[in-house]
């Protein structure tokens, strides 16, 4: 069975919206730590937000302002809303879960050596 499935990417222009979805694994979604990463062309991967279980969020650089990380636990699904998208949020974007405390770092690291991930989906904002 699929553990971590991501959906919701899609092609849009620049300061359009959208909302990607993460469906996980009970067991996986038990996790500590739950966010969003993205690796756009020539580029490392990097963390998005993330998310702990008590609701306590993080963000990462530019994206912090625009991009709203959260999560509905009756559904087991993690959010993230994406406004005013620009060409270089351009990427794939990845649902990851890890019991790695504090999350902040994880999400720094965006390390995919680190946690359970999903195959991404992806994300085109056009000029």
């Known amino acids: 069975q699929v553990q971590v499935e991501e959906s919701g990417g899609g092609s849009v222009p620049a300061g359009g919206s959208l909302r990607l979805s993460c469906a996980i694994s009970?067991?996986?979604?038990?996790?500590?730590?739950l966010g969003w990463f993205r690796q756009a062309p020539g580029k490392g991967r990097e963390g998005v937000a993330s998310?702990?279980?008590?609701?306590?969020?993080s963000y990462v650089g530019s994206m912090k302002g625009r991009f709203t990380i959260s999560k509905d636990n009756a559904k087991n699904t993690l959010y993230l809303q994406m406004n005013n998208l620009k060409p270089e949020d351009t990427a794939k974007y990845y649902c990851a879960a890890d019991n790695a405390p504090p999350c902040v770092r994880w999400l720094l690291q965006a390390d995919p050596s680190f946690g359970r991930w999903g195959q991404g989906t992806q994300v085109t904002v056009s000029s």
């Open positions: 998310i702990e279980r008590d609701g306590s969020t």
């Open positions: 009970e067991s996986l979604y038990s996790r500590y730590c």
